[in-house]
């Protein structure tokens, strides 16, 4: 969560998220226009390209040297890709392709789906755990769960009655949220086991559409956004059997009342006790729009990101210990001329991107010492060069050295 990729009508573009105050545009291509898809790499240059003019094409990119490493072509539209240092995934509506990002070689297609129209699916960022996780069915809430390194099937999570509409790993591939098309409960699983650990009711009184799900690096919190105006934090409290510090406060004694209740009461309805709050929450300006959230620590502080697709970028301080209403404390222009003010200050930009893409790759002409295997700067295709389908890349994917990679946490 320390950048920012947007698609428009006219290409994309790349933020820096490292200060609340400056947003710093890290590049702009206008070279393909309506950019549905823009995913990158982590911090490093590898950005992955869909257009509505080639819906069914992928293009992968090395943005600082201004060069396209490599393009697929698929069967049907392709509704989302994912990404981590070991895996690139494809996803069309009834099939699923998996990569070997280091040289595109396709590794595994999961042909015959359960029909997915929104592309729905969650791939882990720790490529130690490259757990990928989709619909197993388009009538319930199944959740398919594949393991992208050995590439088999690791289990099917029975998580919700109804059809799913947002999945999410925590940073260790450890844990993995859902949310059904209600959108009135949320749920964690243990990976790779699927054992439920968490039941959060987001709300009662509607369904929703719930856009996006995520969690802190940490793991501790979990944010949930829909159409509507209300953001929901939930805080992962650690399970435990016995209580022995439980001071004997009302609420305390209430609490092992109903808990020694549940084991009388029907399952549906003591399930319904189990079920928490949200720890904090966010009244948005606006409602009805699609959204993604980012729960990240900016300028060493816990921070709320907010982007609308309307092209702001709503940035909350968030209260770890209490909670309760987070505080927006600044808002972002993604578009127009707004975002070419609010950078000026500290804009290192040339004000052309080609320069840009130009002067980096002169700058870095020196073959990389990298230790990553299968990362150099010697390799890759050049612009132009389109790699035949489902076949080897004609080098290896040609990134910068290991300081554009986030540290490793084990």
Request: net charge negative.
């Amino acid at each position: 969560c320390s950048s920012l990729a947007i698609g428009t009508t006219t290409g994309y573009r790349l933020f820096s998220l490292s200060s609340v105050e400056q947003l710093d545009q890290v590049h702009e291509s206008n070279e393909i226009p309506d950019v549905y898809i823009v995913e990158r790499l982590f911090s490093s240059s590898l950005v992955v390209v869909v257009s509505h003019a080639k819906p069914q094409q992928m293009n992968v990119y090395h943005f600082k040297k201004g060069t396209e490493i490599c393009n697929y072509s698929y069967s049907s539209n392709i509704l989302s890709i994912r990404l981590n240092r070991q895996r690139l995934v494809v996803c069309l509506e009834e099939s699923i392709y998996i990569h070997n990002i280091k040289d595109m070689k396709l590794l595994k297609t999961i042909l015959d789906t359960p029909p997915n129209t929104t592309g729905l699916c969650a791939l882990s960022i720790n490529h130690a755990n490259s757990y990928l996780a989709y619909p197993g069915s388009a009538t319930s809430g199944e959740i398919a769960l594949y393991d992208g390194n050995t590439l088999k099937t690791a289990c099917t999570i029975p998580a919700h009655d109804g059809p799913l509409a947002a999945l999410a790993f925590n940073s260790t591939g450890s844990k993995l949220a859902s949310a059904s098309e209600k959108g009135t409960v949320i749920r964690v699983f243990s990976i790779p086991g699927g054992q439920k650990l968490y039941e959060f009711r987001r709300g009662m009184k509607r369904y929703v559409n719930i856009s996006s799900l995520v969690f802190s690096m940490d793991s501790q919190f979990l944010c949930a956004s829909s159409n509507t105006e209300t953001v929901h934090i939930f805080k992962l409290e650690h399970l435990t059997d016995s209580r022995p510090e439980e001071p004997p406060t009302w609420s305390g004694y209430m609490g092992k009342m109903f808990q020694a209740a549940t084991n009388y009461l029907p399952a549906q309805v003591s399930g319904m006790m189990n079920q928490d709050r949200a720890f904090a929450t966010v009244r948005l300006n606006i409602s009805g729009q699609r959204n993604i959230c980012a729960l990240s620590t900016i300028q060493k502080l816990p921070r709320l990101l907010v982007t609308t697709s309307d092209g702001h970028l709503y940035i909350y301080n968030l209260d770890p210990q209490d909670g309760g209403e987070c505080v927006l404390i600044k808002k972002h222009s993604l578009l127009g001329s707004g975002k070419m003010e609010e950078n000026k200050e500290n804009d290192l930009r040339p004000q052309l991107p080609q320069s840009y893409a130009a002067t980096v790759a002169r700058q870095s002409t020196v073959p990389s010492t990298s230790t990553m295997p299968g990362y150099s700067e010697d390799g890759g295709a050049l612009r132009g060069e389109v790699i035949p389908e489902h076949e080897f890349a004609t080098g290896p994917v040609c990134l910068d050295d290991e300081n554009e990679f986030p540290p490793v946490s084990i």
